[in-house]
T-cell receptor, first 115, second 118 residues
């Protein structure tokens, strides 16, 4: 069975600084996808970034980038130039390729951006 | 693009009544939708996978007779909580699976429905 672990329940960062959120996963499969979702206080889940396991290049989306280490089964999220609007719960998620799209979520990391 | 709506956003009902929550994909067709439950300060727990035109697949421990799911069209799935009790109070979130685009399937989430059972 696949599992996703987020070892940092809470983190804080100063505005304009950089922060990295950790995520590790466990799977014996080779075809899968990894995601980071953000859940702000409104509780709307928002896709931040996604990574295909077969791609060696790390995904980036503006201020958000990942460090995907396939051998280590690590998928960390780096947020650069943190903004107050980045304050949210961040969930790492795993999906097997060829599945119905079932997502397996980590427990989340609560990020607070301080002015 | 890839917008998912939910209605209602908040509902309060009396114990023993039934509540229906709608989930719509507004700008794409979704053959597969998902229903999650989220308790305060916790992660999302998958309840069931809803496929258009067929019976939903429920996760272990989820009562299919209590949480009725109907996916009657490619843009609408409904979750009915039957004979609701206070322990059913929670935040319910749906998502719709974006069809394969040659890159990856991705779930897009609705804004959630807060259910309070008195």
């Amino acid at each position: 069975a696949q599992t996703v672990t987020q070892s940092q329940p809470e983190m804080s960062v100063q505005e304009a600084e950089t922060v990295t959120l950790s995520c590790t996963y466990d799977t014996s499969e080779s075809n899968y996808y990894l995601f980071w979702y953000k859940q702000p206080p409104s509780r709307q889940m928002i896709l931040v970034i996604r990574q295909e396991a077969y791609k060696q290049q790390n995904a980036t989306e503006n201020r958000f980038s990942v460090n995907f280490q396939k051998a280590a089964k690590s998928f960390s999220l780096k947020i650069s130039d943190s903004q107050l609007g980045d304050t949210a719960m961040y969930f790492c998620a795993f999906m097997l390729g060829g599945s119905q799209g079932n997502l397996i979520f980590g427990k989340g990391t609560k990020l607070s951006v301080k002015p | 693009g890839a917008v998912v709506s939910q209605h209602p956003s908040w509902v309060i009902c009396k114990s023993g009544t039934s509540v229906k929550i709608e989930c719509r994909s507004l700008d794409f067709q979704a053959t597969t939708m998902f229903w999650y439950r989220q308790f305060p300060k916790q992660s999302l727990m998958l309840m069931a996978t809803s496929n258009e035109g067929s019976k939903a697949t429920y996760e272990q421990g989820v009562e299919k007779d209590k949480f009725l799911i109907n996916h009657a069209s490619l843009t609408l799935s409904t979750l009915t909580v039957t004979s609701a009790h206070p322990e059913d109070s929670s935040f319910y979130i749906c998502s719709a699976l974006l069809p394969p685009s040659g890159i990856t399937d991705t779930q897009y989430f609705g804004p959630g429905t807060r259910l309070t059972v008195l």
